[in-house]
């Protein structure tokens, strides 16, 4: 699986945009890009997936860039309760491809 | 709720002690995977189910633990002579792996503290 490049930690004001980079410069043509966060003590909650066009669902919006190399996760309006560490993962969809790769992640700060 | 469960959610042991954890899959998921995850670290894969067949193992996962699925629905990770390194949080997620759709959704995982 490619390897995905995240800050360390980010902050946000409440009710503005979090915008998360992450990097996949190694990225297969057939590697979804994946965003899971995790609020203190438990477990990882899936936010958003895709593949090459941008997506939109409830929870955030995912940008992903026309050569795939990178995307960036955004919280329309980040609340106090969206602070949490954000993980990008990259990986295939199906067959053996079951793991998921998980780095350090950002942890995004929402401060009132 | 219809989400994946586990349990118990906190386990504190003593050295030498086997504990054994359940998971609740969300109903009709196919795959089932454990993950570990340790203090300021993400989560480290460990082993997953394709309905009642282990399927892999990662290195991780060493001969004192051992999980199954009996009938393809719920699972168990046994750990055996538990050591201080085992101290971690054990994650369970499911998914239904189909030609289009694999997302895996988790569960709140179990914290095991070995004294």
């Known amino acids: 699986d490619a390897k995905t490049t995240q800050p360390t930690s980010m902050d946000c004001a409440e009710g503005r945009a979090a915008n998360l980079p992450c990097n996949h410069s190694?990225?297969?043509?057939?590697?979804?890009v994946y965003w899971y966060r995790q609020i203190h003590s438990q477990g990882p909650q899936y936010i958003i997936h895709?593949?090459?066009n941008n997506e939109t669902n409830e929870m955030a919006s995912l940008i992903i860039t026309e050569d795939r190399k990178s995307s960036t996760l955004i919280l329309p309006h980040a609340t106090l309760r969206d602070t949490a560490v954000y993980y990008c993962?990259?990986?295939?969809?199906?067959?053996?491809?079951?793991?998921?790769?998980f780095g350090k992640g950002t942890l995004l700060t929402v401060n009132p | 709720d219809t989400g994946v469960s586990q349990d118990p959610r906190h386990k504190i042991t003593k050295r030498g002690q086997n504990v054994t954890f359940r998971c609740d899959p969300i109903?009709?998921?196919?795959?089932l995977y454990w993950y570990r995850q340790t203090l300021g670290q993400g989560p480290e894969f460990l082993t997953y189910?394709?309905?009642?067949?282990?399927?892999?193992k990662s290195r991780l996962l060493s001969d004192r633990f051992s999980a199954e699925r009996p009938k393809g629905s719920f699972s168990t990770l046994e750990i055996q002579r538990t050591e201080q390194g085992d101290s971690a949080m054990y994650l369970c997620?499911?998914?239904?792996?189909?030609?289009?759709?694999?997302?895996?959704?988790f569960g709140p995982g179990t914290r095991l503290t070995v004294l």
């Open positions: 997620a499911s998914s239904l792996a189909t030609g289009s759709q694999d997302t895996q959704y």
């Open positions: 190694t990225i297969s043509g057939n590697e979804y």
């Open positions: 895709g593949l090459k």
């Open positions: 993962i990259v990986g295939a969809r199906g067959g053996s491809n079951y793991k998921l790769t």
């Open positions: 109903s009709e998921h196919n795959r």
């Open positions: 189910f394709q309905n009642e067949a282990q399927l892999e």
